[in-house]
């Protein structure tokens, strides 16, 4: 087997013991060298306190129970069921995998299911985010589409 250390020994010039870490990165072409435009004493001083912490004034509702959708914590639960377990098996009882695909088709039948739910975030002048919910208006369930293409591919058992 080839040693794979003497491939090192071809990416350039070998720095030397005192070269500081971001020349020996440059030497070995991994960034870019900047030059640095704002001298360090023009910087702001940093502070090493922890921000003051905010406690919220929004009213606490502990003698209501938890709503989920207007729908208590049974009946949204029930709901979940009716639309997804049958999803997640095939007509003859067998485990479908999961995918992306199925997940989307899940979330549009909970979406549809759930009155087409639809969120509006105001920010008031206090810095506080409102978040609003209407039902029955909505077009169709938010779609974030992630770009995994520079993400490894699943290995499989």
Not at 49 to 60: H, I, N, R, T, V
Not at 88 to 97: A, D, T
Not at 104 to 122: G, V
Request: aromatic letters at 6%; hydrophobic letters at 30%.
């Amino acid at each position: 087997a080839e040693n794979p250390a003497s491939e090192v020994s071809n990416w350039g010039p070998s720095p030397h013991p005192s070269t500081p870490d971001v020349e020996i990165a440059g030497l070995l072409g991994l960034v870019p060298k900047l030059e640095a435009t704002i001298s360090p004493a023009d910087l702001p001083v940093a502070s090493t306190a922890a921000p003051s912490l905010q406690l919220s004034s929004a009213p606490l509702h502990h003698d209501e129970p938890l709503k989920i959708h207007n729908r208590s914590v049974e009946e949204y639960q029930q709901l979940y069921h009716e639309v997804v377990d049958d999803m997640l098996r095939y007509k003859n009882g067998r485990q479908r995998p999961y995918s992306l695909k199925l997940g989307r088709c899940i979330k549009q039948k909970l979406w549809e299911r759930l009155d087409r739910p639809t969120f509006t975030e105001t920010v008031g002048e206090d810095g506080r985010v409102h978040v609003d919910v209407s039902y029955g208006v909505g077009d169709c369930p938010p779609l974030y589409d992630v770009d995994i293409s520079g993400e490894p591919k699943p290995v499989t058992p």
